[in-house]
């Protein structure tokens, strides 16, 4: 009989799987559309590689509410760490997971702390979650900045104060005693992951998991409802990581453009798929700088909770 850290796990590989295999989901990869260097293969090796990972966050989450762990510290950014360093054995395209390993892993950990005769549910995880984040450490920001820079994603951009690219940041997170949601709170103006973190992850179960559910009980169909999730949230928060590569006036547009798509009725109408292939096309044909990776890491977190509270394709 599988443990309750193993059906975490699972659950969230899952997440990771579906919202890579949505279709056609404008400017990302997909099923039906790589990006040279980085494959829809790459990424299904990565949520295999990284379950591993999501166990143990689970596991810990609960031995440290059992009293079992000799720390109150969760460990998370070692955890976080070790993912993103797994997924690149396990794979040769890249950066594939590191924003969804940042948003997916304090989940991991936030479902773990509920009892195994309890029900998964998204009000728990949630609470948890904020004693996940308030419990973190500087060891957790550096391991955190560790694992940026293991696989250097693009988009990153340069910070005025403790940018991950400058080898003296570490010394100044130990120095200052800063815990990695000190960080995120310091990046949450342009990076919508650190302001998910920093603000009771919002976007995850204010925007995300309702529309997610909304759409499937109006569809009942799971690719429908994640590219139009994924859309809504892009209509709504801007993609910082094209933001940052392109500037927040072109992110702020295509948001406009799937605000347009939605109206027209996204992947339930016939107008509306037409309008989501062609925003595919456009977004696909500026060498990849306008991807919304950023939108891709939260619709899986959104989903992710979805499959925590049982449902299943």
């Not at 990302?28 to 293969?41: A, L």
């Not at 702390?113 to 450490?137: D, F, G, Y």
């Not at 000190?182 to 990076?191: G, L, P, Q, V």
Request: aromatic share 6%; glycine share 6%.
């Amino acid at each position: 009989m599988r443990s309750r850290h193993d059906e975490i796990a699972a659950a969230l590989q899952l997440a990771l799987l579906l919202e890579v295999s949505a279709y056609p989901k404008p400017g990302n990869v997909h099923r039906t559309r790589d990006f040279g260097r980085t494959r829809f293969e790459h990424f299904l090796s990565s949520a295999a590689a990284v379950g591993q990972h999501f166990r143990l966050a689970a596991l810990r989450g609960r031995r440290t509410v059992d009293r079992l762990a000799q720390s109150r510290e969760l460990g998370i950014g070692e955890r976080i760490r070790r993912a993103v360093e797994t997924c690149s054995k396990w794979q040769h395209g890249g950066n594939t997971s590191l924003g969804a390993i940042f948003l997916l892993t304090p989940i991991a950990y936030a479902a773990g702390m509920i009892p195994p005769s309890s029900t998964l549910k998204a009000r728990e995880i949630r609470k948890n979650l904020r004693e996940v984040v308030r419990r973190t450490t500087s060891a957790d920001a550096v391991n955190a900045y560790r694992a940026i820079c293991h696989v250097s994603p693009g988009g990153l951009g340069r910070v005025a104060e403790l940018d991950v690219n400058d080898q003296d940041s570490i010394a100044e997170i130990r120095k200052r005693n800063l815990t990695l949601l000190d960080i995120f709170r310091r990046s949450a103006e342009y990076d919508t992951i650190s302001w998910e973190w920093a603000n009771d992850f919002s976007v995850t179960f204010d925007i995300g998991l309702p529309f997610l559910i909304q759409e499937l009980q109006t569809t009942g169909d799971i690719n429908i409802a994640v590219v139009d999730t994924y859309l809504e949230i892009l209509s709504r928060i801007a993609d910082t990581l094209i933001a940052r590569k392109l500037g927040m006036m072109t992110a702020k547009e295509i948001s406009r453009r799937a605000r347009r798509v939605l109206r027209m009725g996204g992947m339930k109408t016939i107008s509306g798929r037409r309008a989501v292939q062609q925003m595919d096309e456009a977004l696909q044909s500026s060498d990849h700088a306008s991807n919304p990776g950023t939108t891709a890491d939260l619709t899986a977190s959104a989903l992710s909770v979805l499959i925590l509270e049982g449902y299943r394709p």
